[in-house]
């Protein structure tokens, strides 16, 4: 395989928006795209069905949470195409409204994958992003609204114009401290560990736009957004969208053109660019 093949990864994709993904990009990208799942199973038979529609997607197993699962796909990726042309950091997980875990193993379990395992998978992957490559981060409104019910001192440290990686990591870190002692409201969170997970996913998303826009690669484009309300597991299959419909943005975003000047580090619904909160 060549060195120079492009090619487009994306997290948590044997179902659900991911797999539309992958789907869209089998017919819209012009190099590889890699499928992957943390279950080698369900990748599989995710990759059976797409192929039985005539297209040829490339399974790898990772596991967004697991260090030397992320490794293990950049030296992939390392070997066999030199570099990394799109990355899609869909992968996530939500508990169910009725769930009767305590929240703070909610919060603990939802931010390991949200925000520290898709924060990880960037770390890993972007010394591999070529020039020209783009990076969607699948965040959700429910940051936005989830946001807006957080303390205006809180809002004000989300809009720090002094904003850095550090800072997003100590919030959540915060929170999940909060969540654990039980005085969430005091410190002024809601106790909604999904929305707050994707707050630090749109606010780390800004953050790594100021810190490619410095980076010797032109043009390397990283943009978080909201793919609507899917009917996929997660939702218990109540949203009114279909996966293909959920797909259209992150495609959108993942085939923006060589040179885009917007959107970029910006958080984007139905393919328009829409305030944090």
Known sequence: MSGSKRVAVVTGSNKGIGYAIVRGLCKQFQGDVILTARNE?????????????GLKPVFHQLDI???????????????N????????????IAYKSAATEPFSEQAVVTMATNFWGTLNACNVLFP????????????????????????????????????????????????????KAGNLKAKGWPEQAYGVSKIGVTLMTIVQQRQLNA????????NSCCPGYVATDMTSHMG????????????YLALLPPNTASPKGEFVCERKITKIF
Not at 41 to 53: F, H, I, P, S, V
Not at 68 to 79: G, I, N, W
Not at 215 to 222: H, M, N
């Open 41 to 53: 199973a369900n990748g599989k038979a995710a990759l059976k069905k797409l192929n039985a529609e």
């Open 65 to 79: 949470t697991d260090v030397a699962s992320v490794q293990r796909m950049r030296d992939f990726l390392h070997k």
């Open 81 to 92: 195409y030199g570099g990394l042309d799109v990355l899609v950091n869909n992968a996530a």
């Open 128 to 179: 591999l992003l070529r020039p020209h490559a783009r990076v969607i981060n699948v965040s959700s409104r429910l940051g936005s609204s989830t946001a807006s019910r957080c303390t205006q001192e809180l809002q004000k440290r989300f809009l720090d114009t002094e904003l850095s990686l550090a800072k997003v990591e100590q919030l959540m870190k915060e929170f999940v401290a909060s969540a």
């Open 215 to 222: 980076d010797k690669r032109p043009d390397i484009v990283v």
């Open 240 to 251: 009114q969208k279909t996966i293909d419909e959920g797909a259209d943005t992150p495609l």
